[in-house]
Structure formats: C-alpha cells, structure tokens
C-alpha cells in the first residue's frame, strides 16, 4: 500500500493546480492537512495513552509541518515548471524528514523509509543510504504510479503495462537485488560474546515509580538474571530507568542499590551489566552549570536531572546521559521561550521537564575485553543517522534499553522493535533490546529477530551475538541524501523567492 498511498492527494494536488480560482491554494491545504492528520492518527493513535492532550498537539502540528512541506512542493511546480519538476516532491519532504530528526519538535516515527521495518529483506541495501533512500525509494513510485495513471486517464488506449513498467521496476529491482543480498548474507564476527537480557515487567503506571518498591523491583531483576547468567556472561542488560529514584552521579557508589549490585557481579566476575537508571548532578554556588539546570529549594544550588544507562563492572561506573529528549515530556521545545512553562510537562512518572543531555555519543567498553556497545536508551534508536555516531566510535554492537509500557498493548512497541531492525542493516551490528515490558529481542546483522520475549510478561533470555567493528558506507557517511536534499531545497526555495524576482524586475527595467 505504501507504494500507491500517496496517489489521492497527488490527483487533487494535480486537479487544483489546474483551477482558475482564487481559493484553490486554501483549498489544497485545507484537504493536505485533513490527509495528513488521518495520517498521524492511524499511525500512532497509542501515543494517546500516554498523554491524550499531548498526542492531540503532536497530531496536529506534526500534520501543519508536513501540510507546509506539500504546499510548498506545489507551489515549486506552479513557478518552475519542467520536465523534472516532479522531483521537487521528493527533495523537499526528504528534507523535511532529514530535519525534522534534528530540532526541539522531532519526531521521526512517520519517516517513509521506516515502512519497511517490518520487511529487512527487501531493504538491506539501508547499509549504504539509511532509510532517507526507502523514503525516495517510495515517493519515486508513487509520482512514476500518479505519471502513469494521469498518461491513462488522457489516452485510455493506451496499454497499462506499458505504463506501469517503470514504477514497477523500481520497486522489483531493489527488492531483487535485497533478497540476493539478504540470502547470500554471511554475519561479520571478530568475536562472540555471551550475553543475558532481563525483562522486570515493572507495571511504569504502577509500581514502577512507587519509592517503597524499589529493593522489590531490584530483587526481581536479580532472580530473572540469575536463572539465564554463569560464569561465561559476559553482558547483562537491564531496561531503561531499572533503578528509578534518583542518585546523585558524584555519590553512586554510596547508595545501598549500587551496593547490591557490586554484591550480585561478584557471583558473575565476567561480567558487565548495562542498566538505564534515574541520576542527577548538582551544581554548588559559583560552579558553572549547563542551560537545562533547575534550581533546589536553595536558590544558590541547580541541579540536572537525567535519564541515564551506567555500565558497572569491577572497575568504575561509566555513564551515558540520554541524547534525544521526547519532546513535551522530558524536553520542554524550544525552551528559550518555553522554560517558564516547564512545569506543564507531561508526566510520566519519572523527571519532567527538561532533562539535562549530552552532546556526544559515549559507547561503553566492557571489562575483560567483550568489546564496545552502543547504549541507546529508548527513542534514540529510531534515528538512523544519529546511532551511527556510535557505530563510528567502535561500537561493536548495539544496545535498546527501554521502558515501552506507556501504550499498553498497542502497536507502539512493535512499531518500536521494527525500527531496530533498520540499525541493524544500517549499521551491520547485532542489536539487543532490553524492554521493561517487552519486547526484549535479539536481531542479528540482517535485521532477523533471532530471539525475543512476548509483551507483559516478565522473562529473560541469553544469547551468543557478534561482535563488528567493520564500517557500512552509510555508518561512514552518515545520512548525505537528506543533507544534500536540505541544501537542494534551500536553493529551490532561494531561487524562488529572491532570484527569480530579481531577475523579472531587470527584464522591466531593461526591455528588449
């Protein structure tokens, strides 16, 4: 369906272009927004469990950014008609996914190429273009579709299939050569590692974030893992926010949970466990802190709140501060002009408002040489481009810990497992997902899911994964269709506005 679902809003684009009334733009943005909202409800519906109002917002202003980028495609075809101008489509809303994953509103859940989550197989050529190319793979047959059917309609004489082989062959010849790719295939291991992954089922809507829960949930991680872990684990994975109640990063080591879990490694001295966890840093008068700071009670002491993963072992504690903030709920957008609001965050049970980050990608390296995991904590794994930052810092495979219990039984989490697929491909790295709720998966290097546990159940599973170091061309070059698809745009829309005015008002003031 992906491949035609495009083509009623490309027909009522194309019939009121070709109207003479003065309300015809209004009109095509008032039908585009109406799509588009249809869009976003079928698609991610379950983000209202979470938050009815804030799913509400999203829909909407998600569905004007995406109402704005088709207009704007239309009106490039009204002012630079030609023999490509079908292609502006596809540059521009490529440029808009390419962007929209980088600002303080992203949201990359609808991106085109994640339709084929679901189908690795005929997508592993994402080792070389990242989902941008499935988003140009797709729209490319939809415009070639919408150029056949509107040849047919004009001249119904003329033969369908001669009309449809081009459309047709874009989709089969990728497709074909994918499936080649996929059964011939063959995983790239510089070593195997022996891992467990550890599934609390920790209700996030009820005991979760209850403070007198907190030893009980700790001894439930203990049991899973101790009927999956011996001596040969080498990586144990807990799901993001295992150790709710916030610690203070300066002072880890002294709180009795890190102390529990220094007890519990000592059963297991292989091994390296990987845990999402809540963690804060305070700043003292006259220390420099950062632009998400919150002042204490003490109007002299700010402090950050973090969602986090800390790798523990039998040498320090490393930490990872989350990246990719969702936006409304541990990001407050645009907070220059928002902060004073913060407060009005939706709450999900642990922080809110503005979560402090870091910048940078931090892989963490196990003791005992079990190589360097990529620790992506929940959204961060939907964004392609941004996980190969990791990848380019030696992550040898790819960790997801998260918490995927805020939409129930909806196809949330699933849509959220699919999109892991892609890493892999993207990347060429086993990825393992360490759900709270589920699903916690094993998928290896040609996006298979190898092992997983169901929803809502509390379980664990250990599996054998390789490790990779070798870079694919996308990991190496990052994510150049979208950039060059933004520049592309930005010159279109340059050359509309200001070059193209330019040149008329010389022609008037200089007739032939």
Known sequence: MVFIAWLPLLFVEDYLRNEKKNNRKLKLFGLAYLSFIVWNIAATWWVKNASFEGALLAFLANSLLMTGVFTIASGLRERLPGKYAFLYFPVLWTAFEYLHHDWDLSWPWLTLGNAAASM???????SFTGTTGGSWWILLVNIFFYRALRKRIANPELPVLKLIRLPLLIILVPSVLSLIQYMSYSPRSEQKIQLAIVQPNIDPYGMKFNAATLDEQLNVFFNLARSVCDSNTQWLLGPETALVG??????????????????????????????GAETHRLYMPGEERSSTARPTRDPDVFYDSYNTALLINQGNISIYHKSKLVPGVEQMPFPWLFKHIESLAIDLGGATGTLGKQDDRSVFTSAGEAGKVAPAICYESVYGDFMQEYIRRGAGFIAVITNDGWWGDTPGY????AFARLRAIESRRDVVRAANTGISAVINQRGDI?????????????AEINLNTQMTVFSLTGDVIGMASAWMSLFLIVYIRLIIPFSARGRKKNPA
């Open 120 to 126: 690795p197989e005929l997508v592993q050529w994402y």
């Open 450 to 462: 190898i092992d997983s546990r169901p929803y809502w159940v509390p379980a664990s599973l250990r």
């Open 414 to 417: 699933k849509q959220h497992l």
């Open 246 to 275: 916030s610690m203070d990063e300066k002072r880890l080591e002294e709180y009795p949970r890190i102390q529990k879990i220094r007890e519990f490694l000592k059963e297991y001295p292989r091994m390296n466990l990987l845990i």
